[in-house]
């Protein structure tokens, strides 16, 4: 900082080395057996954190945690239900958020609304929420659901775009009014572009721009209104590649989904197998869903078991070698380095 309390420019220039060493000091590894210890100390309405900078770890996009639904008995039960259940006992609303979020059931069976359609799942399903849809996950089963979500609220709040929506709080809603309780649209006002007809000057260049920046919002939102959101644990299609064992891609750009931030696979490894070293631009949260053994990530060595959570920071080689045999999940924020021409990953 010079004097004056600006930055200067020297520290851009130091800002790089002095992430790395802030990375090579990132906690890399949360345990599933705490993570379950806080989650019987804690009410159904918090989650556990899983991965999130203030528990250590340098991530700058990605945070985890676990959560319970309570069967929908119970939640009959609290207060203001039946009426946020709505007219004609359909159950939508909920909560929305500009961040993107992926789930994985952990254990349980119920289904989710997303956007007014209703998605039944099991433990080892996925639901891939879009931007900004309205959702809500019921519980059909006697016992809570868990489930392990991963979002991008870190990144989102970096750039000022973290907007949740809440049915129980109407009075912090920016873009949905109470009025229209139902809304849908992240949009204000729609399809409506603001700019009549005669106001698009000629065919010049500019208008054209012009055009295809306001218009964005809602061509975006009718795209992700067709994204996938329901993956089934039965469904997931391992194949080999290079990074060793089999891979199982979840949600991914390439593959239907309106993903710009987030990324998820699952990997699966024979016992005694290891997988690729590599490194990448992105960062990485890792659940341990099946097996045991360890990472090499970095210049350390973790060793893992089911239900644990590993972390690799960007630009950090890593390796995961299994024990026995290993089924891995893990979430990166590839799509996002994708979008911003930030994707590097190096192989071997
Ligand atoms: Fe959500
Ligand atoms: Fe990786």
């Known amino acids: 900082m010079s004097e004056a309390g600006s930055p200067t420019y020297e520290s851009n220039v130091f800002f790089a080395q002095d992430e790395m060493e802030r990375r090579s000091k990132s906690t890399l590894v949360r345990r599933g057996a705490d993570i379950h210890r806080e989650l019987e100390e804690i009410d159904y309405r918090n989650p556990v954190s899983v991965i999130?900078?203030?528990?250590?770890?340098?991530?700058?996009?990605?945070?985890?945690?676990?959560?319970?639904?309570?069967?929908?008995?119970?939640?009959?039960?609290?207060?203001?239900?039946?009426?946020?259940?709505?007219?004609?006992?359909?159950?939508?609303?909920?909560?929305?958020?500009?961040?993107?979020?992926?789930?994985?059931f952990l254990q349980g069976k119920g289904y989710s609304v997303v956007n007014g359609v209703r998605y039944d799942w099991k433990a080892g399903d996925f639901i891939c929420i879009p931007v900004f849809a309205?959702?809500?996950?019921?519980?059909?089963?006697?016992?809570?659901?868990?489930?392990?979500?991963?979002?991008?609220?870190?990144?989102?709040?970096?750039?000022?775009?973290?907007?949740?929506?809440?049915?129980?709080?109407?009075?912090?809603?920016?873009?949905a009014s109470p009025e229209s309780f139902s809304g849908e649209s992240l949009v204000p006002g729609a399809a409506d572009t603001g700019v009549?007809?005669?106001?698009?000057?000629?065919?010049?260049?500019?208008?054209?721009?012009?055009?295809?920046?306001?218009?964005?919002?809602?061509?975006?939102?009718?795209?992700?209104?067709?994204?996938?959101?329901?993956?089934?644990?039965?469904?997931?299609?391992?194949?080999?590649?290079?990074?060793?064992?089999?891979?199982a891609y979840v949600v991914h750009p390439d593959l239907g989904f309106n993903a710009r931030v987030l990324a998820t696979y699952v990997?699966?490894?024979?016992?005694?197998?290891?997988?690729?070293?590599?490194?990448?631009?992105?960062?990485?949260?890792?659940?341990?869903?099946?097996?045991s053994g360890h990472s090499r990530i970095g210049d350390q060595e973790v060793t893992w078991g089911p239900g644990d959570v590993l972390f690799v920071p960007p630009l950090t080689w890593h390796e995961h070698h299994a024990g026995d045999e290993a089924r891995l999940l893990t979430h990166t924020n590839y799509p996002l380095t994708r979008n911003i021409g930030l994707s590097i990953t190096q192989h071997g």
């Open 134 to 175: 309205w959702h809500r996950h019921v519980n059909t089963g006697d016992e809570p659901t868990v489930h392990l979500a991963v979002v991008s609220v870190p990144f989102h709040k970096a750039i000022g775009l973290s907007v949740f929506e809440d049915e129980q709080y109407p009075e912090q809603w920016i873009f």
């Open 52 to 104: 999130d900078p203030s528990l250590g770890f340098q991530s700058r996009t990605l945070r985890c945690f676990v959560n319970r639904v309570a069967p929908a008995r119970e939640q009959e039960r609290s207060e203001g239900w039946k009426e946020r259940k709505g007219a004609g006992g359909g159950t939508h609303l909920g909560h929305r958020h500009t961040v993107e979020a992926v789930i994985y």
């Open 196 to 247: 009549a007809d005669e106001e698009w000057q000629g065919n010049s260049l500019a208008s054209e721009v012009y055009r295809r920046e306001v218009e964005f919002a809602v061509a975006e939102e009718a795209e992700r209104q067709h994204s996938e959101v329901l993956v089934r644990g039965e469904d997931l299609d391992f194949q080999p590649t290079p990074l060793g064992g089999e891979t």
């Open 267 to 291: 990997q699966r490894l024979r016992q005694g197998e290891a997988s690729a070293r590599h490194r990448h631009m992105y960062e990485e949260a890792v659940y341990v869903l099946q097996g």
